[in-house]
Nanobody, 116 residues
Framework: VQLVESGGGLVQPGGSLRLSCAASGFTFSINTMAWYRQAPGKQRELVATITSGGSTNYADSVKGRFTISRENAKNTVTLQMNSLKPEDTAVYYC???????????WGQGTQVTVSS
């Protein structure tokens, strides 16, 4: 299993970023995908999930601002982040918990910094 994130960077408050995760090594289309984040000194927290059928769920802190989507043909999951706030600053991780083995896999993470 391999998960490779991209798209992080530095953005001003109110700006937007789009994170992508390229997945390989498992049957992408049947697994729920997720984005987590971890800010300095804080625990890793769930940001958003998307099921194999396309149902989504979001942390209250990002509802209405972030959108998770997936493209099964390309084995990618995307997190569109709008109206970014300084408190969104964190390392963002792509995640899958395989249906077959219940094993969690993580990407290497991508840094998102929201600052003026």
């Amino acid at each position: 299993v391999q998960l490779v994130e991209s798209g992080g960077g530095l953005v001003q408050p109110g700006g937007s970023l789009r994170l992508s995760c390229a997945a390989s090594g498992f049957t992408f289309s049947i697994n729920t995908m997720a984005w987590y984040r971890q800010a300095p000194g804080k625990q890793r927290e769930l940001v958003a999930t998307i099921t194999s059928g396309g149902s989504t769920n979001y942390a209250d802190s990002v509802k209405g601002r972030f959108t998770i989507s997936r493209e099964n043909a390309k084995n990618t999951v995307t997190l569109q982040m709008n109206s970014l706030k300084p408190e969104d600053t964190a390392v963002y991780y792509c995640n899958v918990k395989l249906r077959s083995t219940q094993t969690n896999y993580w990407g290497q993470g991508t840094q998102v910094t929201v600052s003026s």
